[in-house]
């Protein structure tokens, strides 16, 4: 009586056929990953152009452009509002309004965009409606939000959301649309049904292009904040700068510049950080 045969080794796949490697399987880095050399390198170049930033507004002055105020003078002036609270109080209150409206508008867009993608019916249903308020600068719909919201809270996260959600929407539809039909299609020959085809492949293969979308929508509700702002703010960084305006207070305007700008950086910065962790899979260049 022979004894039972042991079960067959897989052969190694040869160089010219690769192993297919899933999503974040792999030890090996995809390639284009910038090392820790890239980004000091990255960092340097930062750095120098901060400093050849500051020292051309620093030379302004001598120049005869006395009309813009000085690095000193904006750095003495935030110094003033952050002793006596107000500059922690005018960003906490921006960042809310940006933070509640972009999160309002990134949750409505993702799965308004998936479904015009997703679904034909829902894409003719839809996006004659997205397409007409994309052509309709948020901002023009201050004074009907006025009218209708008043002047709390509400329309300016309204507005902020609008700026959000419009600009999420289209990279979440883009990211459905744009996924391989071979991966649908292999996943339908395994047997997979809609839904776990939309999870495992579709909602994997958007995320990159939602990311994307998310980042642009930051953008555009900070972009949208001192607008948002002129619907009667007891504070905000917008508000400052409008009310210092009103007074000719140039490095009171400034601050608020720089801080809307340094804000807006570093929010943009931790949704790069979290792109690269979603996406690490991703093949780049």
């Given at each position: 009586?022979?004894?039972?045969?042991?079960?067959?080794?897989?052969?190694a796949p040869t160089p010219e056929a690769p192993a297919p490697?899933?999503?974040?399987?792999?030890?090996?880095?995809?390639?284009?990953?910038?090392?820790?050399?890239?980004?000091?390198?990255?960092?340097?170049?930062?750095?120098?152009?901060?400093?050849?930033?500051?020292?051309?507004?620093?030379?302004?002055?001598?120049?005869?452009?006395?009309?813009?105020?000085?690095?000193?003078?904006?750095?003495?002036?935030?110094?003033?509002?952050?002793?006596?609270?107000?500059?922690?109080?005018?960003?906490?209150?921006?960042?809310?309004?940006?933070?509640?409206?972009?999160?309002?508008?990134?949750?409505?867009?993702?799965?308004?965009?998936?479904?015009?993608?997703?679904?034909?019916?829902?894409?003719?249903?839809?996006?004659?409606?997205?397409?007409?308020?994309?052509?309709?600068?948020?901002?023009?719909?201050?004074?009907?939000?006025?009218?209708?919201?008043?002047?709390?809270?509400?329309?300016?996260?309204?507005?902020?959301?609008?700026?959000?959600?419009?600009?999420?929407?289209?990279?979440?539809?883009?990211?459905?649309?744009?996924?391989?039909?071979?991966?649908?299609?292999?996943?339908?020959?395994?047997?997979?049904?809609?839904?776990?085809?939309?999870?495992?492949?579709?909602?994997?293969?958007?995320?990159?292009?939602?990311?994307?979308?998310?980042?642009?929508?930051?953008?555009?509700?900070?972009?949208?904040?001192?607008?948002?702002?002129?619907?009667?703010?007891?504070?905000?960084?917008?508000?400052?700068?409008?009310?210092?305006?009103?007074?000719?207070?140039?490095?009171?305007?400034?601050?608020?510049?720089?801080?809307?700008?340094?804000?807006?950086?570093?929010?943009?910065?931790?949704?790069?950080?979290?792109?690269?962790?979603?996406?690490?899979?991703?093949?780049?260049?």
């Open positions: 009586m022979t004894s039972p045969s042991r079960p067959l080794v897989k052969e490697v899933p999503p974040g399987g792999g030890r090996a880095a995809p390639t284009g990953r910038r090392g820790p050399r890239a980004l000091l390198s990255s960092l340097g170049l930062n750095l120098v152009a901060l400093a050849v930033g500051l020292g051309v507004w620093a030379l302004l002055n001598p120049l005869g452009y006395d009309v813009l105020p000085g690095p000193g003078e904006v750095l003495s002036r935030a110094g003033e509002m952050i002793a006596d609270g107000t500059l922690a109080d005018d960003a906490l209150a921006s960042v809310r309004r940006v933070l509640t409206g972009f999160a309002l508008g990134t949750l409505a867009a993702v799965p308004v965009g998936f479904l015009m993608g997703w679904y034909p019916v829902a894409r003719g249903l839809l996006e004659p409606y997205v397409q007409f308020f994309r052509t309709v600068p948020p901002l023009a719909l201050i004074p009907l939000t006025i009218v209708l919201m008043g002047i709390g809270e509400t329309p300016k996260i309204f507005v902020i959301f609008l700026a959000a959600f419009l600009s999420s929407v289209l990279a979440a539809f883009q990211g459905v649309v744009g996924v391989d039909r071979t991966l649908i299609d292999a996943a339908r020959v395994l047997g997979a049904k809609d839904g776990t085809i939309f999870l495992k492949v579709v909602v994997p293969a958007s995320a990159p292009f939602i990311l994307v979308g998310m980042r642009i929508g930051l953008g555009s509700a900070w972009g949208t904040l001192v607008a948002a702002e002129l619907i009667a703010a007891p504070e905000g960084l917008g508000f400052r700068m409008q009310q210092a305006q009103l007074y000719y207070d140039l490095p009171t305007i400034f601050v608020g510049l720089i801080s809307i700008g340094v804000l807006g950086l570093l929010m943009d910065r931790l949704l790069l950080v979290a792109e690269r962790r979603l996406t690490h899979w991703q093949e780049t260049r």
